[in-house]
Each structure stands twice: as structure tokens, then as C-alpha cells.
């Protein structure tokens, strides 16, 4: 947590499956609910080719992209997942 900045950072590492997304998605989006900060969600760790599907996670966040920054992988549009996350939320400028 950035005090100063108002804003949340969460890496996520390793696998995702997709009812690992659906859960993650929902603490976040009740964690966003009962704040005023931002979240970047560095996403350079993930395992992508270990990805089932993440439709779940952007579904529940949908509704807080304006305050969701992402981090992608340098080679972000080698997975479709990845272009779909893209084009949902804004790329995180440090």
C-alpha cells in the first residue's frame, strides 16, 4: 500500500485457474467497494501458459477499471488472455 499515493499494489505469481480468478476477483472488487484507491495489478509473474481463463476476474472488476492499472508482460501479445485484460484496463505508467 502507497499511502500517499492512494494506491494498491498486487503482484500475482505462479497459476491461475479459473476459480482462482473468480475468487481473487470478488476479494478485490469488495476490497475497491470499501476504499478510494487505486489498484495496479502487476501481471509480469504470471504463469500464462499455466492460464485457464480470466474472464471471471475481469468480469468482477469491471466496474472499477477507472481506478485498475495493469502491468503487463513485455510479451503481452502472445496470450489472448493478456489482449483481452489490455483492452479492459489501462497499462500502469510508474
Not at 473468480?22 to 499455466?50: P, T
Not at 508482460?73 to 479492459?88: D, G, Q, R, W
Request: glycine share 4%; net charge positive.
Amino acid at each position: 500500500m502507497q499511502h500517499a499515493k492512494q494506491r494498491v499494489c498486487l503482484r500475482l505469481e505462479g497459476a491461475l485457474s479459473t476459480a482462482d480468478a473468480e475468487g481473487l476477483g470478488q476479494r478485490i472488487r469488495d476490497a475497491l467497494s470499501r476504499s478510494k484507491s487505486r489498484l495496479v495489478l502487476d501481471l509480469n509473474k504470471l504463469n500464462w501458459d499455466k492460464v485457464e481463463d480470466l474472464r471471471p476476474l475481469r468480469e468482477k472488476l469491471a466496474a472499477y477499471r477507472s481506478r485498475i492499472r495493469l502491468i503487463l508482460p513485455k510479451l503481452a501479445a502472445a496470450h489472448p488472455e493478456v489482449i483481452l485484460l489490455a483492452s479492459l484496463f489501462q497499462h500502469y505508467k510508474g
